[in-house]
């Protein structure tokens, strides 16, 4: 599979924690997440901003769409919503932090994966408002949520690049360790 289509192999490591239930794969771009969590028997719903890319998911068995933009001041389009999990890759906007939170549902988790300070030195993004400053998702989510996982550093797949990683569960982190 081509890189770009292929999932990321932090979500893959961690979708399966995920309880049964409706998962949000938030800024999906062409969908690389959202396919994965439909094989894996969740409802997704993937929202993204740009239209062109959502239209590749129409049709998609357990694959809902909605074309949102999440940075222009209006509301969050899914207030209320609870998921049994949230997909967050390669995107980074830091107001949406605690809607995150507030949107998991019990035993919920939440999968996060973008680019960190250091990147810059690889390509883009570079600009320090579109990087994580180390340690910034423990501090953002860590309070709120059980870490299950966190890594931060350099990584050569699928291409060289500075990031961070999390994974986090709404409730005990061993409990959802345990979960088959």
């Not at 939170?101 to 408002?129: C, D, H, K, M, W």
Request: net charge positive.
């Amino acid at each position: 599979m081509h890189a770009s289509l292929a999932p990321s192999q932090w979500v893959r490591r961690w979708a399966p924690l995920i309880p049964p239930g409706e998962v949000l794969d938030l800024a999906c771009g062409g969908g690389r997440h959202a396919r994965l969590l439909a094989e894996l028997g969740h409802a997704v719903l993937a929202l993204d901003r740009d239209a062109k890319a959502l239209a590749s998911l129409q049709g998609m068995p357990n694959v809902r769409t909605l074309c949102a933009d999440l940075e222009d001041g209006s509301p969050w389009p899914l207030p209320g919503r609870r998921f049994a999990g949230i997909v967050v890759a390669n995107y980074l906007y830091r107001p949406l932090f605690p809607t995150f939170t507030g949107s998991l549902g019990p035993g919920g988790v939440l999968i996060y994966e973008t680019f960190a300070q250091g990147n810059e030195s690889f390509g883009r993004p570079s600009n320090p408002a579109f990087l994580l400053r180390p340690g910034e998702l423990l501090h953002a989510f860590g309070a709120e949520l059980a870490v299950v996982a966190f890594e931060q550093g350099r990584t050569l797949q699928p291409k060289p690049a500075v990031v961070q990683r999390l994974c986090a569960r709404r409730g005990d982190a061993a409990e959802a360790l345990l979960q088959p």
